[in-house]
């Protein structure tokens, strides 16, 4: 059950970086950077949410 529902976050999360992406293509380049810090802020996300399932894969055990 937690699995599913960790699983649903992260779907909802990618959904939701995947409409950023989307926007920020729309809008065009105005500022060169923010695509850089956009892939880095996921990223350090991913890595969180790895964690996370880290720790409530161990406390589960």
């Known amino acids: 059950m937690t699995g599913d529902r960790i699983h649903q976050a992260l ?8 409409r ?3 926007a ?13 810090r956009h892939e880095a802020l996921r990223g350090v996300v ?6 996370l399932n880290s720790l409530i894969g161990s406390a589960r055990q």
């Open 11 to 18: 779907a909802r999360i990618e959904a939701a970086a995947a």
């Open 46 to 51: 991913a890595q969180s949410l790895r964690e």
């Open 24 to 36: 920020a293509a729309r809008r065009g380049n105005s500022d060169g950077d923010l695509a850089e």
């Open 20 to 22: 950023i992406e989307a």
